[in-house]
């Protein structure tokens, strides 16, 4: 895949996670992914109510306005979705950017092959004993992947920081404090600090992650 790809996919897999298709479809979250340099959007929505939509022009303009950036325009992302496929290789391997749930299933399959696009893992904290925050931290402490929530998410693209930053999360500073070239595709993932994921034997991973931490993928 060539690093230069510029297309995020956002997927919740089969959970109910309004909160975070809720986040891609405000103007901001749109100016911050095209400020990083990305240009097409993929939602995979599974069974919320809440469906994507893309901001206005003029919306997403205005929100690079307020954020101060000398961009010299900016638009919302081109934007596809759905609910479900059979299977979302196919938008993963068109990725440079992954956003996705904690699923065990979900982040393996984007971080491979190692080093080939970047994954930021979104914790639902509104769940109750969320056993997808073991796994998430746990790639994260690796620098495979970066973790944050649906309110830190925008926060997180357009500062490179989120306020997850307990001895259980990531810490920022190993990364490049370049944002763009922190979470943009216009480097490759380990030339901003993350390290690429060799998962070995995919079968006895996923099938340890899921004794561990109950996960359904």
Known sequence: MSILMASVFVTVGTTLFDQLVKVTNEPVFHAALWILGYRNL???????????????????????????????????????????????????????????????GTCVQALTPAGSRRLIVVINDTLLGNHQEELAFTLARGRHAVVTTPTDLTTLLLKGTSAIRSSNAQSFHEFSPDVKHFLGPSVPPEQAGFVGFHRGHPERLLAYLDERLTILR
């Open 42 to 104: 993929v939602v995979q929505y599974g069974r919320g109510t809440t469906i994507p939509c893309a901001p206005s022009d003029e919306s997403v303009q205005k929100a690079v306005v307020e954020l101060g950036r000398p961009v010299s325009e900016a638009y919302p992302l081109e934007l596809s979705m759905f609910r479900y496929k059979p299977s979302i290789q196919m938008e993963i391997d068109a990725a440079s950017l992954v956003i996705s749930h904690g699923g065990a």
